[in-house]
């Protein structure tokens, strides 16, 4: 009988209480002011850096340079956590974290954006970027190539000193 009542008394508390959930799908919220959903990427402020690519956790951003002046950006948006890095390191600003957080579909191609940028070179040196700084010479040299027809971050990298030593032993000269 005491079970009975207990029982009685949570349903009165319950009904008292009103309503305690949000219609979501009817009638859903705007996102809160600086919630980070998914990046965009703006082609026209882009400069190809790379460092979106360089520095996201999920490795979700592929870089492929087809040439010195041609270079391919690719979000994936598989394993995005929308953690902002990548819009975080940017120089220029060109991804933004939009207020979308409703990316569901059938189709994993309507996630994904695709960059195509024209890298300019300077008519002294040739490079198309600013000398890098010690800590960036300490990262990946050379071109990207990362398989985009497979969607994978690909580390490939070459030695400095090709078929060579990588210390040189010391002679010692006694007297």
């Not at 305690?20 to 850096?49: E, H, M, Q, S």
Request: proline residues 8%; hydrophobic residues 35%; glycine residues 8%.
């Amino acid at each position: 009988m005491t079970s009975l009542l207990s029982k009685i008394r949570e349903v009165m508390v319950g009904w008292n209480a009103g309503r305690v959930t949000l219609p979501y799908p009817a009638a859903p919220a705007p996102p809160p002011p600086r919630f980070r959903g998914r990046p965009i990427f703006d082609a026209t402020k882009c400069i190809g850096c790379a460092g979106c690519a360089n520095n996201c956790p999920a490795r979700e951003i592929l870089v492929y340079d087809v040439c010195q002046e041609i270079r391919i950006l690719k979000y994936l948006g598989r394993r995005c956590t929308y953690c902002g890095r990548c819009a975080d390191v940017c120089p220029e600003g060109a991804i933004t974290m939009s207020g979308e957080f409703e990316n569901a579909t059938p189709a994993i191609g309507d996630i994904e954006q695709r960059l195509e940028l024209f890298m300019s070179t300077c008519q002294r040196c040739g490079r198309c970027f600013t000398e890098p700084s010690p800590l960036e010479q300490l990262k990946l040299k050379g071109y990207r190539f990362d398989d985009l027809e497979h969607d994978r971050w690909v580390f490939r990298s070459q030695g400095y000193l090709e078929n060579s030593p990588v210390v040189d032993d010391l002679t010692i000269e006694l007297d």
